[in-house]
């Protein structure tokens, strides 16, 4: 116990208490000793809480692996054309090494983050000291006095809170990192994860996004503006405030100058000349809600470490800004008449590849994706699975159905306009959309076997069973249902929507469909089926989605206008559209016939015209500049096989014998991307309309 030798050593010195005459001085000179006594047990007493303090924070503590810190797993998704997609608030490139890293940019960050990272060992003493004074003063944590190696643990492992609990757990974890890893190796992750502002992750990213060029391109000026973002990356953003930017890029340029980095001639020409920020090349907003999608997908089947991972995804950015300006532009002109606030859309080709994706009205507001996420009633577009139910009983589209007034229980669903027809083909009551014909051929087959043949065509949605069904009281997602068009129009079923297209890690390819679905063909009812939704577009509700050429699809609107649908297809293209309100509040008499089906036609029209575009054209076949892209060689996204393209070497038919015929070479890339049917080994498509196989002249 501390109070037993303080008392002892009291004791031991009673006879010097006892002098006669001890006057003040022997007061005194008895008090020295019993105070130190004092303070040294008070001092121990304070060294052995805090060591049970932070030993307490360290318990059961997640200590890194080297390789979590050094190959932390990186995805670069690419479109199919090579351009950089990212997600919101992260784009990061594939690591750059410190030594393949100009020394301008390292003598920038050293200069104004940790002038000393080469000397300690983790933990810097002296910053700790000044941050310990700044905090007292503030009476809160105002400042870290952090390392680099700190920072980086901070980015990494811990988040941003200020906490003196973090601060040791920090703290020894930086020590830990310091003996297991090289102070380059420490850098080289620090500069390859740190943020740097308008979305951007590491110096690659951000050399991209604000001056159009690899890292080891930067001018000194552009090294200083980027290394003075890292303590406040949104503030000194150039995009946002360039003044601001600048400003820190002089004190960085300054710092240089006093750490022996920098001269005073370079460091006034620097000032002189400061870097302007010229965007780069990069993919629009509007492809998050597909980025995100993927990522998703992606990150389950690969590894958390490992380094850099290629992603080619399937996204066309032509087709995907086409289907962000219609959806805007509609909303715009109608949507406040018509109190249609949101609307998305789907486009794939019949094999489930996704092209283009508009998860909303504008990504940068609402990340949401309400063409993935979003649960919404598909009224009459449900009605495709009672009709193939039908077909798969024995039904024909010219067989009849009673249009008439019909109770279930208590139920009785409407026509639209309260009209009836009676006895209809069942061609025209799928193409005008007779409620109460559909609930009574669904009555005759079953609800059963609309649900069988729902999950026959890959529609996963939870379906329950009852009349209401028929008319597409159960929730569905927009991808869910187009993938169930899509099918149709394959001819092949389920169909899985899929946005990659190839998948390599630094270790090789990883599968990029492991679905593992075995698909069915649909036989004679695909064109029973094609032919019922060519009647909706041609002289059903669906009109105003007609073309010049072939197109086939359904409207669907649900109770009281809260959702309105259009989902169909031409010769290459599968789309679906939705439109409503995030709170379900109605439209104003919103059908699937109207705002739906006009960005449907505005969309496939313009597609088309996109398609017909010469791939080859000289305007069109110079590669671009992109971010992640180096305008020197073939980037490694550019030199992944497609799925097709491998299958097609692996059997020696990649080189199409009937391509010389023609007198030039086929362009399999592009063939594929807009013929379902096309065939490498002789460059020819089938035309829906039918006839003999067309050569692919794209």
């Known amino acids: 116990m501390p109070d037993e030798p303080i008392a002892n050593a009291v004791d031991s010195r009673e006879p010097l208490a006892s002098n006669p005459d001890p006057g003040e001085g022997g007061r005194r000179s008895a008090g020295r000793p019993r105070w130190g006594y004092v303070v040294a047990t008070l001092l121990c007493l304070v060294f052995i809480v805090a060591a049970s303090i932070a030993a307490g924070f360290l318990v059961a503590f997640p200590w890194p692996t080297a390789a979590e810190v050094t190959s932390r797993r990186v995805i670069v998704m690419t479109s199919a054309d090579g351009h950089d997609l990212f997600r919101k608030g992260n784009l990061q490139l594939a690591p750059v090494a410190v030594k393949d890293m100009p020394a301008t940019v390292i003598d920038a960050v050293l200069s104004i983050e940790d002038r000393r990272f080469y000397r300690h060992h983790g933990v810097d003493p002296l910053s700790m000291v000044r941050a310990f004074r700044a905090n007292s003063e503030a009476g809160r944590v105002v400042a870290g006095g952090s390392t680099i190696t700190q920072q980086l643990v901070k980015i990494l ?140 997908k992606a990150a389950p089947i690969i590894p958390a470490s490992g380094g850099t991972v290629r992603l080619r995804t399937t996204l066309d950015l032509r087709l995907q800004e086409l289907a962000q300006n219609i959806v805007q532009s509609t909303l715009a002109k109608s949507g406040g008449e018509k109190n249609a606030g949101q609307a998305a859309l789907v486009a794939m080709r019949p094999n489930g590849a996704v092209l283009a994706m508009v998860g909303g009205r504008n990504y940068d507001s609402s990340q949401y994706n309400r063409a993935v996420d979003a649960e919404r009633q598909p009224g009459s577009a449900f009605k495709l699975f009672d009709y193939y139910a039908a077909l798969r009983q024995g039904y024909t589209p010219d067989d009849t159905v009673l249009d008439a007034p019909i109770d279930i229980r208590g139920w009785q669903p409407k026509n639209y306009g309260h ?240 391509a010389e015929s023609h007198g030039g070479q086929c362009n399999v890339a592009a063939c594929e991307q807009f013929y379902h049917s096309f065939r490498s080994s002789d460059c020819t498509y089938q035309p829906y309309s039918g006839g003999p196989r067309q050569y692919c002249a794209r």
């Open 157 to 296: 492992f811990l988040g941003p809170q200020r906490t003196y609990k973090r601060k040791i757990q920090e703290a020894a974890m930086s020590l830990w990192i310091e003996h297991h890893l090289t102070k380059d190796e420490i850098l080289t992750s620090y500069l390859n994860n740190v943020y740097l502002g308008s979305g951007t992750v590491g110096f690659p990213a951000a050399a991209k996004v604000y001056f159009g060029k690899t890292v080891d391109h930067l001018s000194l000026a552009e090294a200083a503006m980027l290394a003075g973002m890292i303590n406040a990356p949104s503030h000194d953003d150039p995009f946002h405030d360039l003044g601001a930017a600048r400003k820190r890029a002089t004190s960085v340029i300054d710092a240089m100058v006093a750490n022996g980095k920098l001269t005073e001639e370079d460091a006034l020409v620097a000032k002189l000349h400061p870097a302007t920020p010229v965007a780069g090349e990069s993919a629009p907003a509007s492809t998050g809600w597909f980025a995100d999608w993927v990522y998703n």
């Open 419 to 658: 009209r009836h027809r009676g006895e209809v083909t069942l061609a025209d009551a799928f193409a005008d959309s007779l409620n109460d014909a559909a609930v009574r051929l669904a009555q005759q087959v079953g609800i059963g076997e609309v649900i069988s043949a729902a999950r026959d065509l890959g529609l996963r949605a939870p379906l329950k069973n009852n009349p209401s069904l028929a008319l597409g009281s159960n929730e569905v997602t927009l991808l869910d249902l187009t993938s169930a068009y899509a099918a149709v129009r394959a001819g092949q079923a389920p169909v899985s929507p899929r946005g990659i297209a190839a998948l390599v890690t630094e270790k090789g390819d990883v599968p990029a469909d492991a679905s593992g679905t075995t698909q069915h063909s649909l036989g004679q009812y695909q064109s029973q089926l094609i032919a019922l939704l060519r009647g909706v577009v041609e002289h059903g509700t669906g009109r105003a989605a007609a073309l010049q050429g072939f197109a086939a699809g359904k409207t669907g609107t649900a109770q009281d206008y809260r959702d309105a649908w259009f989902i169909g297809f031409d010769d290459h293209l599968v789309v679906g559209v939705w439109v409503g309100n995030d709170d379900h509040t109605p439209m104003n008499r919103v059908t699937g016939g109207s705002l739906p089906a006009k960005i449907w036609k505005d969309f496939v029209e313009q597609a088309e015209q996109i398609a017909a575009v010469d791939v080859n054209s000289p305007a069109s076949g110079a590669p671009a500049t992109t971010v992640g892209q180096s305008s020197g060689g073939t980037s490694p996204e550019r030199a992944i096989a497609s799925d097709q393209d491998r299958a097609a070497a692996a059997d020696g038919s990649l080189a199409p014998a009937s």
